[in-house]
């Protein structure tokens, strides 16, 4: 998941290769002009810029929303078969709900898409296919988890900031909220130990064994013990004033990354992009990355769909396997830090051995490969982004001080039930 930006318009789309009519699907000169739906920072710019050069008879646009805006606004478009980009991306949290309707999707398999099927972990494949076998989408990265912590921060707290040091701080998540309270009693004025309570939980939920739902799609989260230890904790944790009680995505929390009002983010590899674009280039070597409390888990990672309605299908089935075949995910990943989902990157030495230089040269390549090999991935239900959308919204009003825990928890359960 990469929830970013506000919906632009088509006067202003994100990252345009070549700028022309909005819904049109041929541009100047006779060329076919695709477009690519997408939330958050990709790594694409320079990749879209790269095709277009290689296709002159292309022409790219790419249109950027918001998390949530993008997975509802792309229901609505397939659902009237109308408006839907070339190219739309899906985050894990909505595939199932996607794929439960498969006819609305180029099936990839009957586009060559079996062929290339062993390019990704098992695991991923697999989690587009429909019930009846149809791949509705072509793995871009997977999420992974770490933290990033402000190493100069930490410091001024009297805690260390060697990364190896700062992991052994942390081996739970009961030991990160207690180095919080450390944290805190020392702390530079007005700064806090982490961002937000969704921030955090959304972590714990991925690493738990269960998510919100169970196997056969129903939604278990008001009886899953881990999730509501795993809210009690950080529940605590906000009574305690270790959070900045920022909403993570939103003005105020990418203000707060530029004010340094927090020493830690839980940080998927997605998550380091959106730390560089919003600390800004002085921040570069104040932050690092170390291994996250509990090890393992996984927050995010999307697919590149085709929707069965766009006019260049085939033009954009072949602009899709482009994008998530292994040498543009390398690329990926060392331009914004997303991990990608192609094993036999995990043994490449120029990945393995990749130093992040804006994070203090943290041996990202090999702190997020070796977590991805250790990966078991959790089954997201049909609904499983809307409810994470839900839980960050129940823990935002425990931090308001609008509901105390148990309420807010009691409703949270209540409203996903419904």
Same mark, same amino acid.
């Given at each position: 998941m990469r929830p970013k930006a506000l919906v632009l318009g088509c006067a202003a789309l994100a990252t345009a290769v070549v700028l022309s009519g909005c819904g049109s699907d041929t541009a100047s000169g006779g060329k076919t002009k695709l477009t690519i739906g997408l939330f958050g920072n990709f790594g694409y710019a320079e990749l879209l810029k790269e095709y277009a050069s290689t296709h002159p008879d292309v022409e790219i646009t790419d249109r950027t929303a918001s998390y949530s805006d993008h997975h509802k606004n792309l229901a609505a478009h397939l659902a009237t078969s109308s408006g839907a980009a070339d190219i739309e991306a899906v985050d894990t949290g909505y595939i199932n709900q996607f794929k439960a309707t498969p006819d609305k999707f180029v099936d990839f398999n009957t586009k060559g898409g079996g062929e290339l099927k062993d390019r990704w972990l098992a695991w991923k494949w697999e989690a587009s296919l429909s019930k009846d076998g149809k791949q509705i989408g072509y793995g871009t990265d997977i999420g992974g988890l770490a933290i990033c912590y402000r190493r100069d921060l930490l410091q001024n707290a009297g805690l260390p900031a060697d990364r190896d040091q700062v992991a052994a701080l942390w081996p739970t998540w009961q030991d990160f909220m207690a180095a919080g309270k450390t944290f805190q009693a020392k702390a530079p004025e007005g700064v806090k130990w982490f961002d937000g309570g969704p921030t955090v939980l959304n972590a714990?939920?991925? @690493?738990?064994?269960?998510?919100?739902?169970?196997?056969?799609?129903? %939604?278990?989260v008001g009886d899953n013990k881990e999730i509501k230890a795993g809210w009690d904790l950080v529940v605590d944790g906000v009574q305690s004033g270790l959070s900045s009680k920022l909403l993570y995505s939103t003005p105020v929390w990418n203000t707060g990354f530029k004010q340094g009002q927090f020493a830690t983010v839980t940080c998927p590899a997605w998550q380091m992009a959106k730390i560089k674009d919003q600390a800004g280039p002085e921040a570069a070597g104040k932050w690092d990355v170390t291994s996250v409390p509990g090890g393992g888990g996984n927050w995010g990672g999307s697919y590149l769909t085709v929707p069965k309605a766009g006019k260049n299908v085939d033009k954009a089935v072949e602009l899709a396997a482009w994008l998530t075949a292994p040498e543009q995910q390398a690329k990926v990943f060392k331009s914004a830090g997303l991990l990608p989902s192609i094993p036999k990157l995990y043994d490449d030495p120029s %990945?393995?051995?990749?130093?992040? *230089?804006? =994070?203090?040269?943290?041996?990202?390549?090999?702190? =997020?490969?070796?977590?991805?090999?250790?990966?078991? *991935? @959790?089954? @997201?239900? *049909?609904?499983?982004?809307? %409810? @994470?959308t839900a839980i960050g919204n129940a823990m935002q009003r425990v931090e308001q001080g609008k509901q105390n825990g148990e309420d807010s928890w009691r409703q949270f359960v209540g409203d996903v039930q419904k």
């Open positions: 714990i939920v991925g @690493q738990a064994s269960t998510g919100y739902y169970d196997k056969t799609d129903k %939604i278990v %990945i393995v051995d990749y130093k992040n *230089p804006y =994070f203090n040269d943290a041996p990202i390549g090999k702190l =997020f490969t070796d977590a991805a090999k250790k990966l078991n *991935p @959790q089954y @997201q239900g *049909p609904k499983a982004g809307d %409810i @994470q």
